[in-house]
């Protein structure tokens, strides 16, 4: 059965840092393809990052320079890595996997996947 676990989610102030993971049991790396987003107060579910094809990370432009996404698949964890955390970064942060064609490795496009965490939320005060 597949699951995904979020965790890492916390408060914190503007300039902070904050590293989320996503535990996934029942993932085959070789078949998915896993992301994480966002949905903060009011606004629509949307992507942050993911992994390519080809394995280079894809970012959504408001985490670009600030969050690293990487994998370890060995344990089967997908991280977060959030610096210079800002207000507008307040959301629950979602892990979500999906399987399907190359080009949709890495979208950013929640119709793109079929699985997701519950959740972990990260709220930074200013």
């Known amino acids: 059965q597949f699951q995904l676990v979020e965790s890492g989610g916390d408060s914190v102030q503007t300039g902070g840092s904050l590293r989320l ?62 610096n210079s955390l800002k207000p507008e970064d307040t959301a629950m942060y979602y892990c979500a996997a999906g399987a399907g064609a190359a080009l949709w490795y890495g979208s950013l496009d929640r119709r793109r996947y079929n699985f997701w965490g519950q959740g972990t939320q990260v709220t930074v005060s200013s």
């Open 21 to 82: 993971s996503c535990h996934a049991s029942g993932y085959d790396n070789k078949k998915n393809y896993m992301g994480w987003f966002r949905q903060g107060p009011g606004k629509e579910r949307e992507g942050v990052a993911g992994f390519a094809f080809d394995g280079s990370a894809r970012y959504a432009d408001s985490g670009k320079g600030r969050f690293t996404i990487s994998q370890d698949n060995a344990e089967n964890t997908l991280y977060l890595q959030m």
